[in-house]
Each structure stands twice: as C-alpha cells, then as structure tokens.
C-alpha cells in the first residue's frame, strides 16, 4: 500500500499545540516532506485538523530541513526554456512571465519549430483572420 490519508476518526485531541503525532503520521510527513510537497498538502493528508504551521513545526523538530527545492515540479509539464533543444516543438503554453510556463517539448525534425499540431495552428490562425475581415 502506498501512503494513506488519516481521516478525522484517527484524530487525537482537536488542539493543534497539544496535538500528539502518531508514527504512522511522523512517517507520512517524512515521506512527504522529502518528495517535496508543499506543507499545506502534507497538513490536507494528515488530516485531523492540523495546519500548514503545524506541519512545518514538526518537521523541523524533527530535523527535516534542506529538501529539494521546488523548481523540479515544473519539469513534469514540459521541458523548461533551457531544457528545449533544437528537435522540441517551441509551441508556447501560458505566460512566459509566470513560473508555470512551458513549451510543448514533442520531437520535431531539426529547422522546423513546431510540431504537426502546433504548425497546423501556426499557419491556418492568420488565414482564418484574413478571411473573416473581407
Ligand atoms: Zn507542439
């Protein structure tokens, strides 16, 4: 079995500065907490009332500092502009502003920019609009 949500019957005690921790939620929190998770996620699976404060408390009491900085999310969408070769479809998605920012990253022959897909909504945007302005 995989990591598992406590709901609130597993509750000890409604106060979260006396809250006791069981090992199974110590556990969850380690395994958490090293996979990066923001602390507000881990609080959600934990259950029992506990806060995002809460949790990042007890994982420095338990010495559970310096994890893995959070930049490693955003290579699960699409390659990041460093990342993007030359054989990458360069298709925009969001604001290249915002952290969240991707490219479409499918493989492409060299020269070309975009995928199939992408080269289709290239070439056909502007003649749709030239069309619809006679
Ligand atoms: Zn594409």
Redesign the pocket.
Known sequence: MGIASFGMADCQSGDIEQMIWTDEQIELLKTMWGQGKPASEIALMLGCNITRNAVIGKSHRLGLTGRASPIKKRMNKGPAIMALSERM?K?PFGDPKKPDFYF?G?PVEISVS??A??RALAYQAPKKLIVQSR
Request: glycine share 0%; aromatic share 24%; proline share 0%.
């Open positions: 479809c298709w479409c499918r975009y995928c897909e992408h």
